[in-house]
């Protein structure tokens, strides 16, 4: 099992929630994060004074799925959410030793 | 029958008459009660209009200061408003319009008289026309208002009882004071000082108390760090905006209000043009902030265009009447021209001022003042620099002298940790939005 961890423009997560319903993952979890990679920040002024904003508001995106559906997973969100401009986020994937679906106390491939 | 409720808040107590009067009524006389019925309505909902005038400061600065300091600027906003009341019915309206011995040394008393009698007020023929309970609760609110615009200029970083002990100083005596020098009928009335609904007596004079309060209180930590002016962002824009509409609409109640009568077709016709001028004056600041944002930032900054709007508001307030709406709408733009640059200056001379108070209040508050010299024909321009000069000489070092005894005694400022966590908790133990708390 894969943990899919996806940092998106937050205009893309609806885009992004639909196609990966169409390929078959059935869950997420979205959390509304702050960050700068290679795009920095950007300048604005307040009240005649310059400030630079550092951490630009993104969108991560947080997936389990089975080893085998993690490269398609990751070539979905891809397509999805790329604009070609700067700031279209990154992708990690990471090894999941362990899944447990609390209800029922399925565990892994069963519990995703 | 005529009934007639008589006040006396100097005994505490309210002790009703009805006495039954056999005669007949005569037109006149019923013409008087009529009159006399709107004049004091007209008053009692124009001051309940500037009461109002109270939330639009507090969500204001609610906007405009950080998350972490909301819960207190509001306290403070609230507070203050309630000393006042209690403050001004204590001994702030009588030293404003009590017995003064020359013009210069006002009298001094204690809470409020009784009101107008029925008979005196028909015998006056119609020149006492509202009741006296009607002015002072309009007064009032205006002292409210004063000391509202400190609030903004000291916010995040003064300790909160400080605070609260100056308002007590400002709301009875310090603003009274000035108060009975033009509108009690003291020496700058009769210099022929011109400030129809207080650009000096009320803003000039906020102003002035909130700036003698910040040089002696210091910025906020790391505004100017690094020798640069940092940007620190207020926290909730749609509460300033808000504040904004509620303070522009207060101003009906304290520009319209001041006209003090309505129940003629000349005095509707001046209220029509006081209410027309005030609003025309608040667009036209808006406006010009707003471009002059646009074209000197490049972005619209929305904060400079309500500054432009109150600024507007602060500049046709000395002088709403005189002016065709036209030429009031040009009083606002220069006031929205003023204060844009003047925030920027503040800042460059370090001054923290977060909300923009002392620009707006202060700065703009004397152009209004010196605008009457040239909206009305009775204004002359040395009388209104005399009333500038001698308000502000008064209220700033009336102010710097209370500001200093209040830090000697009790200090001004809270600890630099205390500022980093934010008032909210230091203070008032709450927080504005608390997000994660548990109940066990």
Same mark, same amino acid.
């Given at each position: 099992?894969?943990?899919?961890?996806?940092?998106?423009?937050?205009?893309?997560?609806?885009?992004?929630?639909?196609?990966l319903?169409?390929?078959?993952?059935?869950?997420?979890?979205?959390?509304?994060?702050?960050? +700068?990679?290679?795009?920095?920040?950007?300048?604005?002024?307040?009240?005649?004074?310059?400030?630079?904003?550092? +951490?630009?508001?993104?969108?991560?995106?947080?997936?389990?799925?089975?080893?085998?559906?993690?490269?398609?997973?990751?070539?979905?969100i891809?397509?999805?959410?790329?604009?070609?401009?700067?700031?279209?986020?990154?992708? +990690?994937?990471?090894?999941?030793?362990?899944?447990?679906?609390?209800?029922?106390?399925?565990?892994?491939?069963?519990?995703? | 029958?005529?009934?007639?409720?008589?006040?006396?808040?100097?005994?505490?107590?309210?002790?009703?008459?009805?006495?039954?009067?056999?005669?007949?009524?005569?037109?006149?006389d019923?013409?008087?009660?009529? /009159?006399?019925?709107?004049?004091?309505?007209?008053?009692?909902?124009?001051?309940?209009?500037?009461?109002?005038?109270?939330?639009?400061?507090?969500?204001?600065?609610?906007? &405009?200061?950080?998350?972490?300091?909301?819960?207190?600027?509001?306290?403070?906003?609230?507070?203050?408003?309630?000393?006042?009341?209690?403050m001004?019915?204590f001994?702030?309206?009588?030293?404003?319009?009590?017995?003064?011995?020359?013009?210069?040394?006002?009298?001094?008393?204690?809470?409020?008289?009784?009101?107008?009698?029925?008979?005196?007020v028909?015998?006056?023929?119609g020149?006492?026309?509202?009741? %006296?309970?009607?002015?002072?609760?309009?007064?009032?609110?205006?002292?409210?208002?004063?000391?509202?615009?400190?609030? $903004?200029?000291?916010?995040?970083?003064?300790?909160?009882?400080?605070?609260?002990?100056? /308002?007590?100083?400002?709301? $009875?005596?310090?603003?009274?004071?000035?108060?009975?020098?033009?509108?009690?009928? $003291?020496? &700058?009335?009769?210099?022929?000082?011109?400030?129809?609904?207080?650009?000096?007596?009320?803003?000039?004079?906020?102003?002035?108390?909130?700036?003698?309060?910040?040089?002696? @209180?210091?910025?906020?930590?790391?505004?100017?760090?690094?020798?640069?002016?940092n940007?620190?962002?207020?926290?909730?824009?749609? @509460?300033?905006?808000?504040?904004?509409?509620?303070?522009?609409?207060?101003?009906?109640?304290?520009?319209?209000?001041?006209?003090?009568?309505?129940?003629?077709?000349?005095? /509707?016709?001046?209220?029509?043009?006081?209410?027309?001028?005030?609003?025309?004056?608040?667009?036209?600041?808006?406006v010009a902030?707003?471009?002059?944002?646009?074209?000197?930032?490049?972005?619209?900054?929305?904060?400079?265009?309500?500054?432009?709007?109150?600024?507007? &508001?602060?500049?046709?307030?000395? *002088?709403?009447?005189?002016?065709?709406?036209? &030429? /009031?709408?040009?009083?606002?733009?220069? %006031?929205? @021209?003023?204060?844009?640059?003047?925030?920027?200056?503040?800042?460059?001379?370090?001054i923290?001022?977060?909300?923009?108070?002392?620009?707006?209040?202060?700065?703009?508050?004397?152009?209004?003042?010196?605008?009457?010299?040239?909206?009305?024909?009775?204004?002359s321009?040395?009388?209104?620099?005399?009333?500038?000069?001698?308000?502000?000489?008064?209220?700033?070092?009336?102010?710097?002298?209370?500001?200093?005894?209040?830090?000697?005694?009790?200090?001004?400022?809270?600890?630099?940790?205390?500022?980093?966590? $934010?008032?909210d908790?230091?203070?008032?133990? @709450? *927080?504005?939005?608390?997000?994660?708390?548990?109940?066990?």
């Open positions: 099992m894969k943990k899919i961890e996806a940092i998106i423009k937050p205009f893309k997560l609806d885009d992004l929630k639909e196609a319903h169409e390929l078959g993952v059935h869950g997420m979890t979205v959390v509304e994060v702050k960050g +700068f990679g290679r795009q920095k920040g950007h300048t604005e002024i307040y009240r005649g004074a310059e400030y630079v904003v550092d +951490f630009i508001p993104k969108i991560k995106v947080e997936t389990i799925v089975s080893s085998e559906m993690a490269d398609k997973v990751v070539e979905t891809m397509n999805t959410v790329r604009t070609g401009k700067i700031g279209d986020g990154k992708i +990690f994937v990471l090894p999941v030793e362990k899944v447990c679906r609390i209800r029922t106390g399925e565990t892994d491939n069963e519990a995703l | 029958m005529r009934k007639k409720t008589f006040f006396s808040i100097t005994l505490l107590a309210i002790a009703a008459a009805t006495p039954a009067f056999a005669e007949e009524t005569s037109v006149g019923t013409l008087i009660n009529l /009159a006399y019925s709107i004049d004091t309505f007209y008053f009692l909902m124009s001051g309940a209009l500037v009461m109002w005038m109270a939330a639009g400061f507090a969500m204001l600065e609610a906007g &405009l200061v950080r998350g972490k300091n909301t819960v207190e600027i509001l306290t403070k906003n609230i507070a203050l408003y309630s000393i006042a009341c209690i001004y019915m001994v702030g309206y009588n030293i404003m319009y009590g017995d003064g011995a020359n013009g210069f040394i006002p009298g001094l008393s204690f809470f409020l008289g009784a009101d107008n009698a029925v008979d005196d028909l015998k006056s023929g020149e006492i026309y509202y009741s %006296g309970l009607s002015d002072f609760f309009f007064q009032v609110v205006f002292v409210a208002t004063a000391m509202s615009i400190v609030s $903004g200029a000291v916010a995040e970083r003064m300790k909160l009882w400080s605070f609260l002990t100056f /308002a007590v100083v400002m709301t $009875g005596f310090i603003y009274p004071v000035e108060g009975y020098w033009k509108w009690g009928g $003291g020496f &700058l009335d009769s210099l022929d000082f011109l400030d129809f609904a207080g650009s000096g007596v009320v803003h000039l004079c906020g102003a002035s108390a909130a700036i003698a309060g910040v040089l002696l @209180l210091g910025a906020r930590k790391g505004k100017y760090a690094g020798g640069r002016v940007a620190i962002p207020g926290a909730n824009l749609p @509460l300033a905006t808000l504040g904004t509409f509620i303070l522009w609409l207060g101003w009906f109640g304290f520009n319209g209000g001041s006209e003090l009568k309505i129940s003629n077709i000349e005095e /509707a016709n001046a209220v029509s043009m006081v209410f027309v001028n005030t609003n025309t004056a608040a667009a036209g600041g808006l902030a707003l471009i002059l944002s646009q074209l000197w930032f490049g972005k619209a900054d929305l904060t400079m265009a309500l500054n432009g709007a109150l600024a507007g &508001l602060v500049a046709i307030t000395a *002088e709403p009447l005189t002016p065709s709406p036209l &030429l /009031a709408t040009m009083v606002g733009v220069i %006031g929205g @021209l003023i204060v844009v640059p003047s925030i920027v200056f503040l800042d460059k001379a370090k923290d001022d977060p909300v923009g108070a002392i620009s707006v209040h202060g700065v703009v508050g004397i152009w209004g003042l010196i605008a009457v010299a040239f909206t009305n024909p009775e204004g321009l040395i009388a209104q620099l005399t009333g500038i000069g001698v308000i502000f000489a008064w209220v700033f070092g009336a102010s710097f002298v209370t500001w200093l005894i209040i830090k000697a005694v009790m200090g001004i400022r809270i600890s630099e940790e205390e500022e980093q966590e $934010g008032v908790i230091s203070e008032c133990g @709450l *927080e504005a939005y608390p997000e994660f708390t548990t109940n066990k």
